[in-house]
């Protein structure tokens, strides 16, 4: 790819990535609830902060600008955040790609 096309790309998603100024609209979910509930293969939809996801609400009409699949904490093969928690789901970002 070329070089100059890669900066510009990686500058509008270092960009679209910052938090926006919008508001959330719907209510925060317990996570202790939330994962009694979870099980493998549940997809989960978002309300995303960042400025892509206003984008994303405003085109679409919808709450959920993002989702995450959910494939339980034995699919990662024992992998763990920083803080030491089991990494649970799979998600597509705009600067990092698709991740754990």
Known sequence: MNPFRRSIGSLLARYLSQPGRSGGAAMATNPQAL???????????????????????????????????????????GQTDTAGEPLCFIEADIVDGVRA
């Open 35 to 77: 994962a009694a509930c979870l099980q493998p293969c549940d997809v989960l939809l978002v309300e995303g902060t960042t400025r892509v996801s206003t984008a994303i609400k405003y085109l679409t009409q919808s709450t959920w600008s993002h989702a995450a699949l959910y494939v339980g904490a034995k699919a990662l093969h």
